[in-house]
């Protein structure tokens, strides 16, 4: 039996449904539909595997994978792992496949496999809406999945291995030259950003020309304090009942 370690209340006690099969430094617990990683599991095999497998449960915390430091091969296929999962520092681990989740976000997530994982070679997102292929995304064409690569060989410069596909050394090269260039902005990122840039104050609108506005000033006047502009645009609604241009004093405004 492996050394006993303390683990939260968070994570799972054992149940009937409870069998995991276990061989060689191969752990299998598959189906179980468990939200985190059963007690029993952590205390009797954390320190004699190497392997192991909790595909096709509910996932959503891996909280106690730390208490694995052997580990060298994780499967996390058919879960429900998103964004806010937390994978602990495991030196060994060279392989992990976390197909079918729930993961957005690629770049928080290579910054965590980045320093949570130094050896890893192997990588599966398949299913993952931060894997942008026709798996996850109907709308998505060969050249979306080709610049998601380009970008996780940049960050991940050991991988030999990514998704179905080996790196090859002409992807390595091109990532190298183009991968901090191919970063994901996904659309909740945008409308972040539209509404940040839309939150200052806007400029007041008017109609008038900046001249009119900037020729308003209040005039000196001992009554009040108004406010007249110069200058003003409007129809004239006044006739003219003058002698002086005796050929004009019937036309009125409305005949014009």
Same mark, same amino acid.
Request: contains cysteine; glycine residues 4%.
């Given at each position: ?11 799972t ?6 069998k ?17 990683i ?67 976000d690629?770049?928080?997530l ?28 109907? +709308?998505?064409? &060969?050249? /979306?999945?080709?610049?998601? !690569?380009? *970008?996780?060989?940049?960050?991940? $410069? @050991? ?48 109609p ?11 005039? +000196?006047?001992? &009554?009040? /304090?108004?406010?007249?502009? !110069?200058? *003003?645009?409007?129809?004239?609604? $006044? @006739? ?17």
């Amino acid at each position: 039996m492996a050394d006993k370690q303390d683990t939260t209340d968070l994570i799972t006690k054992s149940s009937d449904s409870f069998k995991p099969t276990f061989q060689n430094g191969e752990l299998s617990y598959l189906g179980n539909d468990v939200e985190s990683i059963p007690r029993e599991i952590i205390e009797d095999y954390c320190n004699i595997t190497s392997r192991l497998d909790l595909s096709f449960n509910r996932l959503i915390t891996l909280q106690g994978l730390e208490h694995f430091k052997y580990l060298k091969e994780l499967v996390l296929d058919n879960n429900e792992l998103d964004d806010s999962v937390v994978f602990p520092h495991l030196k060994d681990l060279q392989t992990l496949t976390i197909n079918k989740n729930k993961i957005r976000d690629l770049t928080a997530l290579l910054d965590q496999l980045e320093s949570s994982f130094p050896n890893l070679n192997y990588l599966s997102l398949l299913g993952n809406e931060a894997c942008p292929n026709q798996l996850s995304s109907s +709308d998505k064409d &060969e050249e /979306d999945y080709q610049r998601y !690569r380009y *970008y996780v060989l940049y960050r991940l $410069s @050991k991988l030999k291995f990514l998704d179905s596909t080996q790196v090859s050394s002409a992807e390595v090269s091109e990532a190298k030259r183009v991968g901090p260039y191919q970063k994901v902005v996904r659309p909740q990122d945008l409308i972040e950003s539209s509404e940040s840039s839309s939150s200052s104050p806007p400029a007041q609108y008017t109609p008038l020309p900046s001249e009119t506005l900037d020729n308003t000033a209040p005039q +000196d006047n001992k &009554e009040d /304090d108004v406010l007249v502009p !110069r200058s *003003y645009w409007g129809k004239n609604r $006044s @006739k003219y009942l003058g002698r002086n241009s005796e050929g004009n004093r019937f036309i009125t405004d409305g005949i014009l």
